[in-house]
């Protein structure tokens, strides 16, 4: 058997399919080595959302290399993930300078289980979930619900790598949470490119939290990312403000504000429709904190187009958001225009983005002050004495002060101040 070390790059789906595999491999008598050149096996789980992911990618391979030149030349290096899914990689990465020894998209991963015991056959593989996703920290865990997109947005990669969607039973999906809750993890996040898009049969996404709430017993925290606005189902929230264990915290991907851009980018919400479902999100339940996905930079971006995008944060003021500029990714239909926003000019713009939601979300945080909080305790605080860093169910982190508490501890404050994106509390 053999020793195997995995690097993982990219979204939290990969995060959860590399423990996954982890586990499968531990199962079958392999064992984790410590660092690449222990390794008999060294298993990249690759990301192409952006270039620069691939890159890295590309640099680390290399070192690889490195190793078996000089310390083990008998080190055996697989590539999974969505690199691994794109049709001419397979032949580059198999090639010089790169001498990778597998390349293996998502439905095949399975097939790397049977190359590390030599026992590779000829079936065609099918896309299957993984039972259990181990938690990295004991604390928190991911747990896919669905795999792959339908909607082949103009800009992303995805839905050519990852395939159409495909929903995760639901019974399998409660088991696996009750283990996780059983083995004292006390947050949960469920994933998938676009959870809103769920369906088991008759049951869809709100349905899914009804019987999840249902099933599952003990003291946790879910979450869920991402969800397409267009899928967005107000019944959800009705679902999820049913059981305290679902935090009011809501990772709802607009991308832009402008209405033009979001036609280029199939996108098919608009901004107006937008903010009328975070109205009502609002009003339906106040206390929720919404996250988003914010790019800018896509082809023929202009000046009016960010004016629209500012527009719509100052109108929705969201609680926090992921941002980020286009990166072209060879595949995609737009990949293929010609009408691209010079480097220079997306590096501004994101700037300018980034200081407007950080302004946003530090007067969203200072007016929390004095409010009354649960915080989850995620890590030891580093520049703190008997401080840890914690987080509360709006995702707002916290800085908790006490000598007698351990991270993965439950603990009431009230919040006190603010210094920077942290929030300081008192414990009560
Ligand atoms: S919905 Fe998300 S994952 Fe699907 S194509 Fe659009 S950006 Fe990509």
């Known amino acids: 058997m053999s020793k195997y070390f995995i690097e993982t790059y990219g979204c939290p789906m990969n995060v959860a399919e590399s423990q996954a595999l982890a586990q499968s491999l531990e199962e079958g008598g392999h064992t984790k080595a410590s660092a690449p050149n222990e390794a008999d096996w060294i298993i990249v789980n690759t990301c192409s959302v952006r270039q620069s992911a691939e ?24 590539v999974m993930g969505c690199m691994a899914a794109k ?14 020894n597998a390349v293996l998209p ?6 790397l289980i049977k190359m590390m015991s030599d026992q590779i056959t000829d079936e065609v593989p099918k896309f299957s979930f993984y039972t259990y996703h181990p938690s990295d920290d004991g604390i928190h865990a991911y747990v896919p619900i669905m795999h792959g997109c ?17 929903s995760r039973p639901k019974e399998e999906i409660a088991q696996e949470l009750q283990r ?3 083995q004292g993890v006390k947050e949960i996040t469920l994933l998938g490119q676009n959870v809103n898009s769920y369906q088991d049969g008759e049951v869809d996404f709100p349905a899914l939290i009804r019987y999840l709430s249902a099933q599952v017993k003990g003291k946790v925290w ?8 267009k899928d967005f189902n107000l019944d959800l929230i009705d679902a999820l403000k049913s059981d305290a264990r679902f935090c009011p915290h809501l990772h709802v991907a607009v991308q832009h504000g402008s209405d033009r851009i979001l036609r280029e980018m199939a996108r098919e919400t608009r901004r107006d429709k937008f903010e009328a479902l975070v109205r009502e999100v609002r009003a339906q339940w106040p206390q929720a904190a919404l996250i988003t ?7 023929s971006e202009s000046e009016e187009d960010m004016q629209a995008l500012f527009a719509m944060l100052d109108t929705v003021q969201f609680e926090d958001a992921f941002m980020y ?19 220079a000019i997306k590096s501004l713009r994101l700037q300018q983005l980034i200081d407007k939601q950080r302004a946003i979300s530090h007067q969203i945080l200072r007016k929390q002050i004095g409010q009354e909080r649960e915080v989850l305790l995620i890590s030891p605080a580093k520049k703190t004495e008997n401080g840890f860093l914690g987080r509360t169910q709006r995702n707002e982190n916290v800085i908790v002060v006490g000598k007698q508490f351990n991270v993965g501890d439950f603990v009431h404050v009230q919040l006190r101040d603010i210094n920077g994106q942290t929030l300081l509390c008192d414990v009560l």
Not at 155 to 163: A, D, H, K, T
Not at 293 to 299: A, I, N
Request: with cysteine; hydrophobic share 30%; glycine share 6%.
């Open 222 to 229: 879910f979450r869920f990312t991402s969800s397409h606005p």
């Open 180 to 182: 996780h809750v059983d």
């Open 150 to 166: 339908n909607n082949y947005c103009t800009f992303c990669i995805i839905p050519y790598l990852r395939g159409k969607e495909i």
């Open 325 to 343: 500029y286009y990166n072209t990714r060879p595949g995609t239909p737009a990949a293929k225009r010609t009408d691209v926003v010079p480097e």
């Open 87 to 100: 049709k001419e990689a397979k032949e580059q990465l198999m090639k010089a300078p790169f001498h990778v």
């Open 106 to 111: 998502h439905d095949q991963r399975d097939d």
């Open 55 to 78: 890159d890295r990618v590309y640099g680390r391979l290399g070192f690889f290399k490195s190793i078996r030149t000089e310390i083990n030349p008998d080190l055996k290096v697989a």
């Open 293 to 299: 996905d914010l790019m800018v930079g896509f082809p």
